[in-house]
């Protein structure tokens, strides 16, 4: 079949509009993944995450000394003498793996107070151009526009891990080592219709990426994003769990004192 010089020509501007909004996509996806959900769990930990590992310590101490003190009652309605050390020690067996869930939340709470704490926030003109030096990179080298380029796929890892840590000088040296590379793949040698194949794969993808986005979008952690700029909604969350944190330390408190009475009693 004949192929006129307009129809290969539009159908090859297609495939540069396909691939410059895929482009768009996976670099806003990128975006996401490596700078704003990191940015919401940090935030989650610092106004939130605190007060949760918190709760857990109190309630892990509330239950710890309900059960203590269960424990002495127990022997001393055997007629046996309370033996402080041994209940200790099987305490400290049955709330093992409350003692790793607790020693596991706090590393993950440390590792975000740390990533915030040394996070060095950028002035709005540098952030635009931290964002738009890896769009233009990601039109570059990102794996999905060009399948089996390695050296392609090396640089959009070192464009990724810059984006993650906000480096825009190790963007901008990449922008300029790779500034004469082309964005564009050569179509030159495809027919008419091996050009429709490229397009309709091409379709199907961003149509995939574009599904993945929206998911992203309308789930957690993102959609904390605006609940976490919501002091009324932050105030309401960490009330309630300051409320059930002093809860647990009134209960707390009490089987402590029943304990202390009880070996008093003893004696």
């Known amino acids: 079949m004949k192929e006129s010089g307009d129809s290969r020509r539009e159908l090859v501007a297609h495939i540069t509009r396909l691939r410059a909004d895929l482009s768009e996509t996976l670099a806003r996806m990128d975006e996401i993944r490596q700078q704003v959900i990191p940015r919401i769990k940090a935030d989650y930990a610092t106004k939130i995450g605190v007060w949760n590992v918190r709760r857990v310590k109190a309630e892990l101490a509330a239950r710890r000394a309900k059960r203590r003190y269960a424990m002495a009652r127990a022997r001393v309605n055997r007629g046996e003498s309370v033996e402080p050390e041994a209940i200790t020690k099987a305490l400290d067996a049955e709330f093992a793996d409350w003692r790793r869930m ?80 082309t964005d564009d793949v050569d179509y030159g040698r495809l027919t008419a219709d091996e050009l429709a194949g490229e397009i309709e794969l091409l379709e199907d993808r961003l149509s995939s990426c574009r599904g993945d986005l929206n998911r992203m979008v309308s789930t957690e952690p993102y959609t904390l994003r605006a609940k976490l700029d919501d002091p009324e909604w932050v105030s309401g969350v ?29 004696r």
């Not at 990102?142 to 906000?166: K, T, V």
């Not at 009134?250 to 070996?263: G, N, Q, S, W």
């Open 102 to 181: 607790m020693d596991e939340k706090m590393r993950t709470l440390n590792a975000l107070l740390r990533w915030r704490s040394g996070r060095q926030r950028m002035t709005a003109g540098k952030a635009g151009e931290l964002n738009r030096l890896f769009r233009r990179l990601a039109r570059r080298f990102h794996p999905d526009l060009f399948p089996g380029d390695e050296q392609r796929a090396q640089y959009y890892e070192m464009a990724c891990n810059a984006l993650a840590n906000g480096d825009l000088e190790m963007l901008r040296a990449l922008d300029v080592a790779t500034a004469d590379w």
């Open 238 to 266: 960490v009330g309630g769990l300051r409320a059930r944190v002093e809860a647990f330390e009134r209960e707390k408190t009490h089987y402590d004192e029943a304990y202390d009475r009880l070996i008093k009693e003893d």
